[in-house]
């Protein structure tokens, strides 16, 4: 039986990750028994549990705060990978890791295939590309997920934000020039245990970054809107309380009248053929997707 190391289980895509393992095989690391800016320390955890595989979610995810922390960013998100990947080579074991739609810089017109040329925007997108590229030069197999928008019902996201904010104000503005894929953490555990199960380590070819997101695509401002009209779907019959929002007081913005420290990219979506085309994996569409977890939420 493989040993897995899980970092990040109180992130959202590691606590989605947590009951999908049998407890024996997996260690699930959180930021109090590991912190990932603490280089010695990943050493000697590595050393100590010799995992067969290492799954990474965890990151510093602070998209804007990482202007004014980059050190920080860089040390959660490129050198410890680094460090990771360096020890699970020399165990021979394999990474998972995670990474981002804000590598690219959004100029493109269609969706992202994962040979397009990346140029980073800010601080935390680029700390996400030298963790990238980090884990390649270790020379272990691995698979870098790039994946988008993430949300689910457990953790900090757009969701839960939209919905607290639309129970609180008469009204929204919601950024509708910048378009991606809200990805379920759920959907993403999902795709990740499948792989797991069929990924062949030692066949070189299928090594290397994968798109991974739910399919089709949205604005911001479309998935604020959907996610108020399942929430009003379902509200009577789960007793949840009234929202003040109604799906027609979200207005759309640019993204130049709601500025941000980050710049984030205008086209975010990412073409998930060479997921489907290795290993015959696909994510439901993100609609059906956020139906999924908005039967999950509690209030
Ligand atoms: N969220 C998105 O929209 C999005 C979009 C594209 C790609 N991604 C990528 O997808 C992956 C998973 O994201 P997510 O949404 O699950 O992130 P998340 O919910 O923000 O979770 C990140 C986890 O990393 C942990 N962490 C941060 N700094 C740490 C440190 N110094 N030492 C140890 N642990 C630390 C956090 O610990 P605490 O719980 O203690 O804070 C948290 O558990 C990441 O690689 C992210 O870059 C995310």
């Known amino acids: 039986m493989k040993k897995i190391l899980l970092t990040g289980v109180n992130g959202q895509v590691g606590y989605a990750l947590l009951p999908k393992f049998s407890q024996q095989q997996l260690f699930p690391i959180s930021r109090s028994e590991l912190d990932l800016a ?6 000697r955890l590595i050393r100590d549990i010799k995992p067969d595989l290492i799954i ?11 202007e004014s922390e980059p050190e920080l960013a860089f040390a959660v998100n ?24 804000y590598v690219y810089d959004g100029t493109k017109k269609t969706p992202y295939v994962e040979g397009d040329l990346v140029n980073p925007a800010g601080v935390y997108a680029k700390s996400k590309l030298a963790g990238e590229n980090a884990i390649r030069e270790a020379g272990l197999p691995h698979l870098i997920l790039r994946t988008s928008w993430v949300y689910g019902a457990y953790g900090k996201n757009f969701l839960k934000t939209i919905l607290r904010l639309a129970g609180e104000r008469d009204s929204l503005r919601i950024v509708s020039d910048q378009f991606g894929a809200p990805t379920s953490s759920e959907n993403i555990a999902n795709a990740v245990i499948q792989l797991v199960e069929k990924w062949q380590w030692q066949d070189q070819a299928q090594t290397g970054i994968y798109h991974l997101t739910n399919a089709g695509n949205t604005s911001w401002h ?19 309380p ?15 009248e709601y500025p941000t420290p980050a710049t984030r990219p205008a086209n ?5 053929s060479k997921l ?24």
């Open 38 to 43: 603490d280089q010695d320390d990943i050493r």
């Open 56 to 66: 990474n979610p965890a990151a510093y995810t602070a998209v804007d705060k990482a």
């Open 78 to 101: 490129a050198t410890a990978p680094r460090i990771l990947a360096e020890e699970a080579a020399k165990l021979d074991a394999a990474m998972i890791h995670f990474s981002t739609d």
């Open 222 to 240: 479309g998935f604020a809107c959907e996610i108020v009209t399942e929430y009003e779907a379902l509200r009577i019959e789960r007793g949840w």
């Open 242 to 256: 009234a929202l003040k929002t109604k799906v027609e007081d979200i207005a759309a913005i640019t993204a130049a």
């Open 268 to 272: 975010s979506k990412l073409d998930n």
């Open 276 to 299: 489907k085309q290795t290993f015959n994996i696909e994510l439901p569409n993100w609609e059906q997707g956020l139906q999924q977890v908005m039967q999950q939420l509690e209030f």
